[in-house]
């Protein structure tokens, strides 16, 4: 009798065993990295009084801080989309709309 249960017993835990448990894995969604966390520098203003030539050097200036903000928001928005597109492979959650 005592055979027969631990017998019913092995075989139980066993089988428990055999089955496999599919266990939610989460996988956090990458940082970004720090040279695409910098904020754009602030444009220049002009002066009340200021000159005509003065104008122009702030226009200019004005001009390439704007391209360099432009430049590093398209370098974080490239990577944003790199990592979501690995990140939602690797999720199972690439559906397309």
């Keep these: 009798m005592r055979s027969i249960l ?11 065993c055999a ?8 996988v956090p969604f990458p940082t970004t990295p ?3 966390r910098q904020e754009c520098e602030a444009l ?3 002066a009340a009084n200021a000159k005509l030539s003065d104008l122009m050097i702030t226009v200019t200036e004005n001009y390439i801080k704007y391209h360099e903000c432009k430049t590093k928001n398209q ?3 490239d990577w944003y989309t790199q990592q979501k597109e690995i990140f939602d492979a690797a999720s199972g959650n ?4």
């Design 6 to 16: 631990l017998l019913a017993v092995s075989c139980f835990l066993l089988a428990g």
């Design 19 to 26: 089955h496999k448990i599919a266990i939610p894995v989460t």
């Design 34 to 36: 720090p040279e695409l």
């Design 44 to 46: 220049s203003q002009l």
């Design 75 to 77: 370098a974080w928005n």
């Design 94 to 97: 690439n559906k397309k709309k």
